[in-house]
């Protein structure tokens, strides 16, 4: 499903809103610190476009957690720090554009991916259509980025509409 209501294009500054379904960061005075017990390494996010394996060409921004109520745009959707913003531009380099258009031609759909994990250190479902249960001491269908089970990792379900110039989507 696309989620975005007009098609992003290169050379625009963008900001993706995104929230989860549990707490995801831990503060300490006020800032964002790894759980206690857990590696700074923990707090990492990364995100990316995507299409077919292929990087689309942009500038990414720091990602915000938020940790004030209001939901959408700048607020957390039900629990603090559940939601993040994420600025971005579409490069509008030749190369940029031309990769854009072949997509575009090839009819490709493209991807917001996100790779992070929960404040305890839990990757994504990677596959949040299947229904993520706990079953003899272990989750069941919590699908990794190569279709292992049960240990999650990058979450590509995002679609994003993306053309060289604006418009409506189709």
Do not use: C, H
Request: zero cysteines.
């Amino acid at each position: 499903m696309t989620q975005n209501l007009a098609p992003l294009v290169p050379g625009r500054d963008y900001e993706a809103w995104l929230a989860f379904n549990k707490p995801m960061r831990w503060r300490e005075n006020g800032q964002v610190v790894p759980f206690p017990g857990r590696a700074e390494s923990s707090i990492g996010l990364n995100f990316w476009l995507e299409s077919a394996g292929t990087l689309l060409e942009a500038d990414y921004g720091d990602a915000v957690w938020l940790n004030q109520p209001g939901g959408a745009p700048f607020g957390y959707m039900r629990y603090r720090d559940d939601a993040v913003r994420l600025p971005f531009t579409l490069s509008d380099s030749e190369d940029g554009q031309a990769l854009i258009q072949s997509i575009v031609d090839a009819g490709d759909p493209v991807n917001l991916t996100v790779l992070t994990s929960d404040l305890t250190g839990q990757l994504l479902d990677a596959d949040p259509s299947t229904a993520v249960d706990w079953a003899d001491g272990a989750w069941t269908n919590y699908d990794s980025t190569f279709g292992a089970v049960d240990t999650g990792g990058a979450d590509r379900s995002l679609l994003v509409d993306i053309r060289l110039s604006g418009g409506q989507p189709d």
